[in-house]
């Protein structure tokens, strides 16, 4: 698959995003995927606004129709899909974990956790650090496939390790890269790699 | 102590409770339980100086086996059970427990104590094959998960004191694995302090017609009223109230079943929250007729229910009004005060569709379809609510600039649901396939607290906090004791630096900067300093000694938290 492929991935992922967050997620130099960026704005593929890409919806719908074509390989890799099998398997878990993450159960009424129980958040952060050990074993072998998948790695381990110093905004804060914003990332990524679609239940 | 030499074991038999650093946090509880002659399951503990015993040699010495093999023979005569041998069979839990938690510890082990022919008598016991074979199912995989780490190649070791030994040993490695040993340093524990190991008798809530479980909390941890609450589930295991597969009746049942065990619990109810001086959420067992306290822990509470307790144990003389003040949080406070449609209102109202509450609060806006449409028209001051079949990352700008989202599909724990909790807007989700097209360009009102969708821009019930007598009380005993003034409005003649206009000019880290310019003694006025702890500490530690803001109290709460935290520093650096 071709550079230039990966970084406008990256940016269907990302949605909206700088040069230099798709180029971490492409595993592309920032000189390289500014290039291209630059080229894809000036050709009518992308807009740029503030600093900021998105891709125009034609250029989306030509990535996506290529997609069975740039990933036949992958989508063939036997390894590859089972470890995405077993990453749905953990984004179920994931999701009751976030919630619970959120939420507090006061007799059967659900409330927002308001953080002030100590015991209870490490808790769910220990249940988060389990989930974490699993999802490394499942990216060990995505990363066999596709290297650029480190990134994720990398960054949930940061997020989750921001986490446990008490900086809690890490494990689902919404405008960061938080545990929670990075895994929905990856399972997007997966979702498109293979051609599947997410199941809301 | 049975055997001279080091401390390893302890058994908890109701004498003097045994300091928290050798026996940790959750033995010290259930010690605390035992002293005030409660009954628990009979318990041992192995000690933290075992662990650093064992951490040195990475084996159990030969004479901590001893001792634990003897501390079951206790547990064996407390409990009338055999380990291992019939008729009644001796299962027991293997727990993890160091004097702070942390994350990176070994879950708990239960049951452990059943094997082929322990199964059978258990069937026996409770005349129930299928109970008893779940339980030996259940065993087995909690053990190759927990102790050996899902190690599949590893065999579960045959004789059941080789799986107590062994699952004693994964606790003690459990305390240097790399995510213990991490928050340790990041938090500066020390790596010495080590883990016990709790090894607790299990109880049997199906074993017989006068048993059963529950779970009771002193209080009622949704409103605060000072009536007892909870649930009890007639002859079943206390893993059957999370998982669903029973119907729990309320507590009162439990008195046509058990009456004397109701007897004994509400009196257990009374002396723990004597003792701890807080509501109460009590978990219990009924074998045969006898109570059984397995655990007791601060209830979770609502909002409402918070400030409520907090006032009535100062009248009731059981706390100060300090200690009621550090049990609220500004953002509790908040979550009371959010406007609420009107009562009067809700009845009338048209109900347009019904889904999944997901994120509380109202949210009152035109329906838009798509994060696009919600971002153009929000950004150009519009009040829009965010309609989607789901939503995904790429709907985030949609999320930020609406009043509130609704889905079509997903539940609780969807995309959508997750996003606006962490963003504090209202969400409601589920609210079926192809059902939110017809509400396109309608205005609506979201309630994000009951899940409803309602016609129309329906009118909001502002909370007002001196309406409310507790929230005063709490107010008033905050105001005599902070420091720091905080009013709803300035007082004649005192010159006050407007923050609002900050806010609006959304420089980032205009804040900090603005705090860094004024000189101490200033007075400033601003909604965040309400809103956002982080603002309200910051204007404090500026050394201002006037802020006007509402509602007062979450801003009072900052300030004395924030004065408690300074004397605290200001105490170790003399």
Known sequence: ?201 | MDTAGPLWTLKLDGGLVPPRDLIGGKAWSLAQMCAIGLRVPAAFVITTQACAAYLRNNELPAQLRAQIDAAIGWLEEQSNRRFGAGPRPLLVSVRSGASVSMPGMMDTVLNLGINDETEQMLAGECGDPEFARDTHQRFLEMYRKIVLKGDTGAPVPQALRDQLYAAIEAVFRSWNSPRARRYRAHHGISNDLGTAVTVQAMVFGNADERSGTGVLFTRNPATGSAEIYGEYLHRAQGEAIVSGTHTPEPLDGMRTRVGEAMDELLRAARQLEDLHQDVQDIEFTVERGRLYLLQSRSAKRSPQAAVRIAVQMVSEGRIDPDEALCRISPEQVRMLLRPRIAPAVVHSAKVLLRGEAASPGVGVGTVVGSADEAESRGNSGEAVVLSCSTTSPEDLHGLIAAQATITELGGSTSHAAVVARALGKPCVVGCGAGTLQTLLTQTVTVDGNTGTIYADVLPLEIQREAADADLAQLIAWAAERSAIRVETAAPAGVDVIDFDHLARMGEPGGLARALELIPPGSSVRGALFAQDDIAAEAAVRAGVTLIVTSPRLPALLVCMRTQRSGSAQHDTTL
């Open chain 1, 1 to 201: 698959m071709s550079r230039r492929y990966e970084i406008l991935h990256a940016l269907a992922i990302k949605k909206q995003a700088t040069a230099a967050d798709c180029a971490r997620l492409a595993g592309v130099t920032a000189a390289e995927t500014a290039e291209v960026l630059r080229v894809a704005a000036a050709t009518g593929r992308a807009i740029e606004r503030d600093g900021s890409y998105l891709l125009t919806p034609l250029a989306r719908i030509a990535l996506e129709s290529d997609y069975s074509r740039q990933f036949d390989q992958v989508r063939g890799d036997h390894g590859f899909v089972d470890a995405y099998e077993r990453f749905e398997r953990i984004n179920i878990e994931l999701k009751t974990l976030i919630t619970d993450w959120q939420t507090i159960d006061a007799g059967g009424t659900r409330m927002s956790n308001d953080h002030s129980d100590t015991d209870y958040d490490l808790g769910i952060l220990d249940r988060l650090g389990d989930l974490h050990e699993r999802a490394t074993e499942v990216l060990d072998e995505l990363k066999k496939r596709l290297p650029r998948f480190d990134y994720y790695q990398i960054h949930l381990e940061q997020a989750l390790q921001k986490a446990e110093q008490g900086a809690l905004e890490w494990v689902s804060g919404a405008r960061i890269e938080s545990y929670h914003t990075l895994w929905f990332e990856l399972h997007e990524d997966l979702l498109r790699i293979l051609g599947r679609r997410r199941s809301e239940r």
